[in-house]
């Protein structure tokens, strides 16, 4: 299926992105030489007509650029202006979310299909990794002994194995939501950002307003029952496009 500014991986196999810019034991390795972070975002025509008509679609006058952008990425996504009304945002989660990339902080998700949304060619670019656990035999163990879904079990594990340093995109598990919102509250666990948009009816709405709740870190959500992987990839794309943009022009 085509999907309009992916075009030079249509037919490519799905993989993670693992860059490994940090060593298992988590020491930094030696960053990619500046030149190669420093490539701007370029649309393509389509997408760039699209976000020309989001643009006039609605006054935005009232959001910051950073959040702005990632509002435009959720009504592009979504196609729909009513999304911007759903949509909470703390204050400063988006800039948070850009600096952790910058320093190039994991993103985790959920599933794969959020991992498969995420823009290959950026992440590549500025050697962000990627990383779901959902499908490990580990996290299959660790689901059974702990009476999870294998989703909050893969964010258990990112937990366990990361700390602090990941940004968590959540677009299909209301129980990776409530996993992750638990770990918080009871473990102190403080990821750079929070995005839970999972879809569906069972658990939906009562995750989504526990993470709007949590005050402690960083997070973007919605109200409802709308959602999924596409819309959380959407807003990490959103960001790594930023930053992208940002790195070119210093």
Known sequence: ???????????????????????????????PPVDSRSQPYTMHPIEADSFRIIGAGR?????????????QRLVHTSGDFGIVDEVSISQGAVEAGIKALSQYSRVVTDVTMVQSGLRRVLLQQLSIESICFVHDEETRLLAEAAGLTRSAAG???????????????????????????????????RPHLIIGLPVGFVGTRECK??????????????????????????????????????????
């Open 59 to 71: 006054d935005w006058s009232m959001f910051s650029e950073p959040v702005r952008e990632v509002l």
């Open 1 to 31: 299926m085509q999907i309009v500014g992916y075009e030079k991986e249509l037919g490519a196999p799905q993989q993670g992105h693992h860059f490994h810019v940090r060593a298992a034991n988590g020491s930094v390795l030696q960053p």
């Open 155 to 189: 964010i258990r594990r990112a937990w366990m194995q990361f700390g602090n340093d990941v940004i968590l995109a959540i677009g299909d598990a209301p129980t990776a939501v409530e996993e992750a919102v638990r770990l918080v509250n009871e473990q102190q666990w």
């Open 209 to 250: 307003e526990n993470l709007r709740r949590c005050l402690r870190v960083p997070r973007i959500t919605n109200s409802g029952t709308r959602g999924g992987s596409p819309w959380a990839a959407a807003v990490v794309n959103a960001m790594l496009i930023r930053l992208a943009n940002q790195l070119a022009v210093k």
